[in-house]
Every structure is written in structure tokens, then in C-alpha cells.
């Protein structure tokens, strides 16, 4: 089972910037096709903010799109996303999610980190 570790978050006003940081613990030999970030508000569902597989091929939530950068450090296997020009409703919480295993068929968590946005 892959452990998830993240870091980053926190607060910022609105137009501001923050990075998060998600790696496996240390010792993980996994190789980790999908990594992405998640985000959720209580009383929502859990969406997609981006993903970016092991070959670079990114996919972002259309509400992102032009403000946040997804991006993986191979050297790490940790991925990366640069929030950029945030919005009040870009506040949550931010969970890492990493698929491995053939075809991607397991799916790890991470703890969350949470994101305030002021205006």
C-alpha cells in the first residue's frame, strides 16, 4: 500500500499563490502512473483539480484551467501543483491521489491539506 505525503497549503488573499507538494513515503519503489490532486468542500463531492500521468500528459478541471500548473520531480516521484491567481472558491481541502499497479487499478490517498482563499 503507498503512503502519501503532502505538503503546502495554507492561506493567501484572493490573486495570490500556493504550491502543494505530494510524494510517497520514503522507501516506496512503486512506480506511479496517474498523480493528481483532488479537492472537496463540506457537503460536496470530492472533484478532480488535475492529473498528469507518468509520461507528463496532463489533464485539468476546465476551472483551473490558465491558473494552476500540475507537474511531477521524477527525482522524487512527487507531484507538484502550482496554484496560481486563486479565487475565494478555490478554498478546500486539497487530497493527492496516486493510481499504480497495472492499468492503474490501486488508488492511494493523501491525508488532505487545507486551502483558505480571503477576498
Known amino acids: 500500500q503507498v503512503q502519501l505525503v503532502e505538503s503546502g497549503g495554507g492561506s493567501v488573499q484572493a490573486g495570490g499563490s500556493l504550491r502543494l507538494s505530494c510524494e510517497p513515503a520514503?522507501?516506496?519503489?512503486?512506480?506511479?502512473?496517474?498523480m493528481g490532486w483532488h479537492r472537496q468542500v463540506p457537503g460536496n463531492q470530492r472533484e478532480l483539480v488535475a492529473s498528469?500521468?507518468?509520461?507528463?500528459?496532463?489533464n485539468y478541471a476546465d476551472f483551473v484551467k490558465n491558473r494552476f500548473t500540475i507537474s511531477r520531480d521524477y527525482t522524487k516521484n512527487a507531484v507538484i501543483l502550482q496554484m496560481d491567481n486563486l479565487e475565494v472558491q478555490d478554498a478546500a481541502t486539497y487530497y493527492c491521489?496516486?493510481?499504480?499497479?497495472?492499468?492503474?487499478?490501486?488508488?492511494?490517498w493523501g491525508q488532505g491539506t487545507q486551502v483558505t482563499v480571503s477576498s
Open positions: 520514503p522507501g516506496t519503489m512503486i512506480s506511479l502512473k496517474v
Open positions: 491521489n496516486a493510481r499504480y499497479g497495472s492499468g492503474g487499478y490501486y488508488s492511494a
Open positions: 498528469i500521468t507518468k509520461d507528463g500528459d496532463t
